[in-house]
């Protein structure tokens, strides 16, 4: 069932806000981890050398034997699966060649990269919430909302590498407009910084911390009015998509993760009810929809498990 | 790629209007075929007569040998892969136990069942629209609006065999009650039934010939003013629901048929204009949606594709 049975994967997570990696063991147990901030003010091969490094260090710490393979969860848009990435929050790269930079770092072993969102779900599947179940979307919900759809026990990729992006699944046709140019996206309704938007045109003033989705459902969290119905906002629209998926795929659990997902109750039980008034034929009516069971290091286990089991989750090469 | 390359297949497409065979050739053609009216007033045992009588008289004049598979499209729903039927109009059948009844009589060979709109959806991809495509969604608008998923090549059946049912994503969360128990799935605005409720109420007067879809969609092509508002209604929805879909499992090709889909450009262009207002992914942009090229065979060389490409289209047993 696996394509490596011994030794260690390098696990790796770029992002806007972190880079972070890992030596993950072939059960998906992290071994060593490291992290650093997304550095700014560097051009595309200064952010090149600072995962260089962040990867130098870890391997180091990991000891004598090299990596297996390396996984690689990016955040999109990219073409796949020859990965050259273009991060919407990373502007420096832009068609950026990673899995050949990081082939050439690591000649003769499998160097695969998918989504961020994607090695999300596939964390969620292979060791987390999804575990055991053959159909599962793993949802991202964040500064923008992402995920991934396992289907008959394989990840589905579709015709370019794009399956299981829920964020653009359309829950208000004349609702607010999206920035894919569409118009009602979940993505345009539920992601933080729309949230945001949203609860501070309806008099929500974010104190010093700041004002991201996560403060807001800290403040939801808190009793704040305001704050809640936002989270209740988010919660609907992720229910009428998850409803939608539901209903397509024939899905028996859909995991849910990211800041957002932070808020618990208040942005989950809006999104249940929601679910469950559309969600009405009888074969949806057995799926779950819970929280991500991994927490800040799916990505990384999903990236391990692109290395570990890609019979089920590397389609690509 | 095969798990019979000689002989032909039964195939069978059992609608509560029609009971339709014929004897497919591995490539695709048929040979020979046969259907009846599905007979009222009559029982469970008594409809199985029937089918039987047609298949007999069917395989008669297909001469000696015999079939190597018997592939069946049935209206759902049922229990999958089973295939204890329960069609919603053919309300006589409830928890028929059709797969087992085929199989005793053709005792040895392959006996497949799954939902007539799949069976659609699979001809479409053998060997009509969506041909030489790995990732494709085939639908069928008509009293119902259902569909089958093909992605990676390879047919998507779901937790219980039910993918692909695009009649129930949801294109307004606040629109018209679906007969599901939810409300504005695409099914409940472009049904057949329900775009002619639609047009009554808005001054439609059938004449003689009848009120089904069918007859809507032929006076909108005369040019019936309240007809056509009532194929662009359907369209809209279903340029929706389609960009949800195409956004959420990377499609390459949606091929659309059933009755409603014989109203031509009057349906299609404003299904195309809602699809690329809403589609806007960059991955979307290539999508292709276009009328299905089988017509009303479709259903029996999917039901022949169950036995010649098991390897796709047939994943249970």
């Given at each position: 069932m696996s394509d490596a049975n011994e030794g260690y994967a390098l696990a790796v997570d770029i992002g806007g806000t972190k880079l972070a990696a890992a030596l993950v063991e072939p059960g998906g147990r992290i071994a060593h981890y490291d992290r650093m901030d997304t550095p700014p003010d560097v051009d595309a091969e200064g952010l090149w050398r600072s995962l260089e490094a962040l990867l130098d260090k870890l391997q180091a710490e990991g000891g004598g034997s090299g990596p297996v393979g390396v996984g690689v969860g990016c955040g999109g848009p990219m073409r796949?699966?020859?990965?050259?990435?273009?991060?919407?929050?990373?502007?420096?790269?832009?068609?950026?060649?990673?899995?050949?930079?990081?082939?050439?770092?690591?000649?003769?072993?499998?160097?695969?990269?998918?989504?961020?969102?994607?090695?999300?779900?596939?964390?969620?599947?292979?060791?987390?919430?999804?575990?055991?179940?053959?159909?599962?979307?793993?949802?991202?919900?964040?500064?923008?909302?992402?995920?991934?759809?396992?289907?008959?026990?394989?990840?589905?990729?579709?015709?370019?590498?794009?399956?299981?992006?829920?964020?653009?699944?359309?829950?208000?046709?004349?609702?607010?407009?999206?920035?894919?140019?569409?118009?009602?996206?979940?993505?345009?309704?539920?992601?933080?910084?729309?949230?945001?938007?949203?609860?501070?045109?309806?008099?929500?003033?974010?104190?010093?911390?700041?004002?991201?989705?996560?403060?807001?459902?800290?403040?939801?969290?808190?009793?704040?009015?305001?704050?809640?119905?936002?989270?209740?906002?988010?919660?609907?629209?992720?229910?009428?998509?998850?409803?939608?998926?539901?209903?397509?795929?024939?899905?028996?659990v859909v995991a849910v993760g990211g800041g957002l997902s932070q808020a618990g109750p208040l942005l989950f039980d809006p999104l249940e009810d929601a679910f469950r008034a559309h969600a009405r034929m009888e074969y949806a009516r057995e799926v779950r929809v819970v929280p991500a069971a991994l927490g800040q290091t799916a990505g990384l286990v999903g990236a391990a498990a692109l290395v570990f089991a890609g019979d089920r989750y590397w389609s690509a090469d």
């Open positions: 796949w699966p020859s990965a050259e990435v273009s991060p919407l929050n990373i502007p420096v790269w832009r068609d950026f060649p990673l899995r050949q930079r990081l082939r050439e770092r690591h000649p003769g072993l499998p160097v695969r990269v998918h989504n961020d969102a994607i090695c999300v779900a596939v964390g969620e599947h292979w060791r987390g919430a999804g575990r055991g179940r053959a159909n599962v979307l793993g949802m991202v919900v964040s500064t923008g909302v992402g995920g991934g759809l396992i289907l008959g026990g394989r990840l589905v990729d579709g015709a370019s590498g794009n399956a299981g992006h829920i964020g653009h699944v359309v829950v208000e046709p004349q609702g607010p407009p999206c920035k894919c140019g569409g118009r009602g996206c979940l993505e345009a309704i539920a992601r933080g910084p729309g949230l945001v938007a949203w609860a501070q045109a309806h008099g929500w003033r974010p104190d010093s911390r700041g004002a991201t989705g996560v403060d807001l459902a800290e403040d939801a969290r808190r009793g704040h009015p305001i704050a809640t119905s936002a989270m209740k906002r988010a919660g609907r629209a992720l229910g009428v998509a998850i409803a939608s998926a539901t209903h397509l795929c024939d899905l028996e």
